[in-house]
Each structure stands twice: as C-alpha cells, then as structure tokens.
C-alpha cells in the first residue's frame, strides 16, 4: 500500500520560500509508472495542480505558478519536495502530495496546512 | 481547460439518486476522473478515465460521458456519501479540477 505523507512548516512569512517534503513509503519512488504530485487547495475551495516529476527527472509545472515553483525528488530518502517562492497570502492552503499514473491521482497524503503570515 | 460542475450544491435523502454534471471547455475524450472529498480529509478517487470504477468503491457510483459533456451517478446515496465531489480533467496539462459540487443531507 502506497502511503504519503507531507512535512514542512506551517507557517510562512510573506515574500519567503515555502519548502514542503512529501515521504513515500510502500513503493520506491524510482518504480516505473508513478508521477509524483503537489496539489494545493485554498481553504473553502477547489483543487489546484501544482506540478509534478517522474522519477527520471522530468518535471511538470503549472504555468500560472511555474515563475516560482521548483519540484524535486531525492531518491535516497524517497521523498519529492516542493519550493514555492516570493509567497503571499494567496499562496496559503492545504498542501497534498499525491501520486498516480499520470492520468489520475489515485494516492494522497493527509495534506498540509500552510499559512503565509508575518 | 475549464471544467464546470453543475450544480454547485445539491441537498438530498439517503436512497435518493443523484446526479451531478462536469462540463469541459473543449473536449477531453475521457480523460475525465471523479473525486469524492470528505471535510478535513483528501479527496478519494472514485471513477477514473470517465466511468471506471477504481477497486474498493461501492459500485453504487457510475460515472459516463465522453467529449466535454459528464456525469457522476450515485444510484441510491448512502449517509457516508454526502461529501463534496470533484470532477478533474487529465487531456491536457495543467490538469485541472472542477469547482466541487456539495452534496449535503435534504
């Protein structure tokens, strides 16, 4: 069974980089077949795509985030991470690392609530 | 792409059947998934590519459509369903959701 599971901090100081890991465990993040997710969901509302890597490498941005993402995995650990620069309080939301087979995102993590404040 | 979901609220009874409708802004074949979402927690796949029931989900849910135009069907609701649904389109990238459709209890 394939499990998720994010960390980071919650709380993000305008105009500084957001840093969030996600753990995988019950697979190797380097298996075939799996595209590794950020989704983000601002509170009250819908889904947001953030991006998402496979793990050659290859990576997916949302354009209208892709100026101040960065996604990454480190295969050592079986973690991908997420850097979202220059936040504002826009950028605060529950944070979901998520996986599947590019079509769908059949596993989450519990998400994470990030909020931007000073 | 834009998908729309009508409506944005539905209010009914345990038993009832339910129907709610995502809409693309340009066809998307069906590369169209279903999510349930429970307050607090993440959404659940329940149908994927447009009406495949993924293993594990009640087979009280159906999912159809093709093109732009898609349904969810929850045959008789259960108390357990009453939760938000989303629709999320996966033809092009960025993949995008649906704005969720609340089912409360009528």
């Known amino acids: 069974q394939v499990h998720l599971q994010e960390s980071g901090p919650g709380l993000v100081k305008p105009s500084q980089t957001l840093s969030l890991t996600c753990t995988v465990s019950?697979?190797?993040?380097?298996?075939?077949?799996?595209?590794w997710s950020w989704i983000r969901q601002h509170p009250g509302k819908g889904l947001e795509w953030i991006a998402y890597i496979y793990y050659s490498g290859s990576t997916y941005y949302n354009s209208s985030l892709k100026s101040r993402v960065v996604i990454s995995v480190d295969t050592s650990k079986n973690q991908f991470s997420l850097k979202l620069t220059s936040v504002t309080a826009a950028d605060t939301a529950v944070y979901y690392c998520a996986s599947g087979n590019g079509y769908n995102f059949l596993y989450w993590g519990q998400g994470t609530l990030v909020t931007v404040s000073s | 792409i834009q998908m729309t979901q009508s409506p944005s609220s539905l209010s009914a009874s345990v038993g009832d059947r339910v129907t709610i409708t995502c809409r693309a802004s340009?066809?998307?074949?069906?590369?169209l998934n279903w999510y349930q979402q429970k307050p607090g927690k993440a959404p659940k796949l329940l149908i994927y590519?447009?009406?495949n029931l993924q293993s594990g989900v009640p087979s009280r849910f159906s999912g159809s459509g093709s093109g732009t135009d898609f349904t969810l069907t929850i045959s008789s609701l259960q108390p357990e369903d009453f939760a938000t649904y989303y629709c999320q389109q996966s033809y092009i990238t960025p993949q995008t959701f649906g704005q969720g459709t609340k089912l409360e209890i009528k």
């Open positions: 590519a447009a009406s």
């Open positions: 019950g697979v190797s993040i380097t298996s075939g077949g799996y595209y």
């Open positions: 340009q066809t998307i074949s069906s590369y």
